[in-house]
């Protein structure tokens, strides 16, 4: 079992939908990041986030310590959104561990 | 927010020779990279952990004398793939962050992409 799992692995959307990626880890961690990858490679940090819940345009990422998850939400959706959006985990020494990723469509 | 600039994007190179990759944080001192490695569909897995001015520390299973690190500066690391074989062909992507911790998020390079033929 991996440690850190995201839901779905793919999603494909309407244009305007609202998306939400789920991600639950198994181990003690100091912050969680979410990550968009383009098709590039190119690798963009959205969140850091070590509790409550934190707001960019229209993406907000929620963190609940207790039980280990982490969302990301997408409102309105467009398709320029369309990546691979990735949760990651700080451990110890600042060590990343990162989800497989969820490759998120969205179409016009 | 902070610039991490890696070079080359791209790069295609024979067996049994030797790829270096230059990883530079452009507006802040970075005391350690981080040198992460992505095969297709698969998440990114850490190769290794560099610190100015010293060694490298590199994961399990990742070997020290084929990827050689070299982290002589607060802004350059370079990750030098030696002896390069097809299997080595990969994304390879570097991150950045500030006082041995990444603090507020993290910075990460554009990524390259070595074929290896």
């Known amino acids: 079992k991996n440690e850190v799992e995201q839901s779905p692995q793919n999603l494909t959307a309407q244009e305007g939908e609202f998306i939400t990626i789920n991600c639950s880890y198994s181990v003690g961690i100091s912050a969680l990041h979410w990550l968009q990858q383009h098709p590039g490679g190119g690798i963009v940090s959205l969140f850091m986030l070590s509790s409550g819940k934190k707001k960019h345009g229209r993406l907000i990422a929620t963190i609940n310590i207790q039980e280990k998850h982490s969302s990301l939400h997408i409102t309105a959706s467009h398709p320029r959104d369309s990546a691979v959006y990735i949760c990651a985990v700080e451990t110890s020494g600042s060590r990343l561990t990162f989800g497989e990723g969820t490759q998120l469509t969205v179409n016009p | 927010g902070a610039v991490v600039s890696q070079h080359p994007s791209w790069v295609i190179c024979k067996s049994g020779t030797s790829v270096k990759i230059e990883c530079r944080s452009l507006?802040?001192?970075?005391?350690?990279m981080f040198w992460y490695r992505q095969f297709p569909k698969q998440s990114l897995m850490l190769m290794a952990t560099s610190n100015e001015g010293s060694k490298a520390t590199y994961e399990q299973g990742v070997e020290k004398d084929k990827f050689l690190i070299n982290h002589a500066s607060l802004t350059l690391s370079t990750l030098t793939v030696t002896s390069a074989h097809p299997e080595d062909s990969s994304f390879y992507i570097c991150?950045?962050?500030?006082?041995?911790?990444?603090?507020?998020?993290?910075?990460f390079g554009q990524g390259t992409r070595l074929t290896v033929v």
């Open positions: 991150s950045a962050a500030s006082g041995g911790s990444i603090t507020t998020e993290a910075f």
């Open positions: 507006d802040f001192q970075a005391t350690t």
